[in-house]
């Protein structure tokens, strides 16, 4: 097949494999069909049929499929799910009907498209390794469990099942992700919607813009070596016997102290995506919808590196009450559910709440950091305002930005709502420099919001 001389070296290199994948699981379904039905086929057994060398660099199948150790049955598989995507007309064979009967052949499996292609079930997948072979298909069962790395690394869709059919009449599709990652050459991010409660956070910050006492940046640091390192600690030191895969940290602090600040930037520095839990679209009034809400974020990021980020989390994560009424009794056992996840789920869970003493006490029993981040103090506080103000706009002689931290208590946050209402004091006054009384009048604004006055 010809290649244009454009197209870019990612997609030449998987058409590359492609083209040799695609024509294999032809032969492969070929021999199967002509074995079925007891005529000549060009192997005794469709393993005798050689999977080609996946020897293309720089070919995302190829890597996905070492990264998962997969073999050649499960390739085939895969194959199988992504040839409606590719080139659906390979699978028009199936179509053959049984003449007896005057319908088309059970074995075969599939399901019906409105535009009339073959969309391959679990029961295809099964004809296609196993044949009639019945000990054969009762091995082949375990590729569709979730331990197995096609379930496992998310390259099938596991929705995709329809609890009322038996299992092998569920329908056989590539994930989203995984076709995201094949086709667009990156990880797959998801949109915040009903199905996924939570939006991913980033910063342009960097990791020296951040400002936090010695104690609390220390914490910070070890979570972070945490995240680099403990692979090997539970691997290479044996350490994993005893101690769960995932880490459970607490943000502990006023409001504007950097929490989801550190956050984000926990995220840029170990390459990670940080997705904040949306609890207005967790928690519900309805029996059993929280967890499900939830559910769906944790299934989604079991195996995807991300961090899960849940801002004011004594909203959900609050003490459990004594059972008065059967509301009592659910809530409680929802509190416990929510323990027993976040125990489980083997990535970095951040928990950032403003009343610490808010939380169930089996919660704070379950991290291995809870970390207090307290409103600065005078030498923090220089260090915001003079980070915070534009090299391009000038302060005033008379502002001193350290007498100002010293008489001022503010946090981060705050003392960026003064710089922006400075700024734009500043451009309303078609200048560009930093006038003490704005200063001023941009802290007595905050605050005002807590009821304090300067």
Not at 191 to 196: I, S
């Amino acid at each position: 097949m010809s290649r244009r001389d454009d197209t870019p070296p990612a997609f030449a290199a998987l058409a590359k494999t492609l083209d040799r994948e695609l024509p294999w699981f032809c032969r492969v379904l070929d021999a199967r069909l002509k074995l079925h039905f007891n005529q000549e086929a060009p192997a005794a057994s469709v393993e005798a049929i050689p999977a080609p060398k996946l020897d293309t660099e720089g070919c995302a199948y190829t890597a996905l499929v070492r990264e998962h150790k997969l073999r050649a049955r499960d390739r085939l598989v895969l194959m199988l799910a992504l040839a409606p995507h590719l080139r659906p007309a390979l699978l028009d064979p199936l179509f053959i009907r049984n003449s007896t009967y005057d319908r088309a052949f059970t074995e075969f499996g599939g399901l019906p498209t409105p535009q009339g292609g073959f969309l391959p079930s679990i029961e295809t997948a099964l004809f296609l390794v196993a044949g009639d072979d019945l000990a054969a298909r009762l091995e082949a069962q375990r590729i569709f469990v979730n331990e197995h790395p096609l379930l496992r690394g998310g390259l099938l869709d596991p929705l995709a099942a329809d609890a009322t059919l038996p299992a092998s009449q569920r329908a056989l599709r590539p994930s989203t992700p995984f076709l995201h990652q094949l086709f667009q050459g990156e990880a797959w991010r998801p949109r915040f919607g009903q199905g996924f409660p939570a939006r991913l956070i980033t910063t342009q910050l960097e990791w020296k813009d951040l400002v936090l006492p010695h104690a609390t940046r220390a914490y910070v640091d070890e979570i972070i070596t945490w995240v680099n390192h403990g692979q090997t600690l539970l691997d290479n030191w044996d350490l994993g016997r005893h101690l769960k895969r995932g880490f459970r940290a607490l943000f502990a602090g006023p409001p504007g102290t950097g929490k989801t600040l550190t956050a984000s930037l926990l995220g840029r520095r170990t390459q990670r995506d940080v997705y904040r839990i949306d609890l207005a679209a967790v928690v519900s009034k309805y029996i059993g919808e929280t967890e499900k809400n939830l559910e769906a974020v944790f299934a989604q990021a079991e195996d995807k590196n991300w961090i899960l980020f849940f801002d004011e989390a004594d909203a959900l994560f609050g003490k459990r009450s004594q059972v008065r009424d059967a509301h009592d009794r659910y809530a409680n056992q929802e509190v416990s559910y929510l323990l027993q996840r976040l125990e489980d789920f083997p990535g970095l869970v951040i928990l950032a709440t403003n009343m610490k003493d808010n939380l169930d006490e089996a919660f704070l029993r379950r991290f291995q950091a809870v970390i207090h981040f307290p409103m600065p103090g005078p030498d923090e506080l220089h260090e915001l305002w003079r980070q915070g103000f534009s090299a391009r706009t000038p302060l005033a002689p008379e502002i001193d930005l350290r007498a100002i931290s010293q008489r001022y208590r503010l946090s981060g946050g705050a003392i960026m709502n003064v710089v922006r209402h400075c700024s734009l004091r500043a451009v309303q006054r078609e200048g560009h420099t930093i006038l003490l009384p704005d200063i001023v009048e941009g802290i007595r604004r905050e605050y005002h919001k807590e009821g304090r006055t300067i």
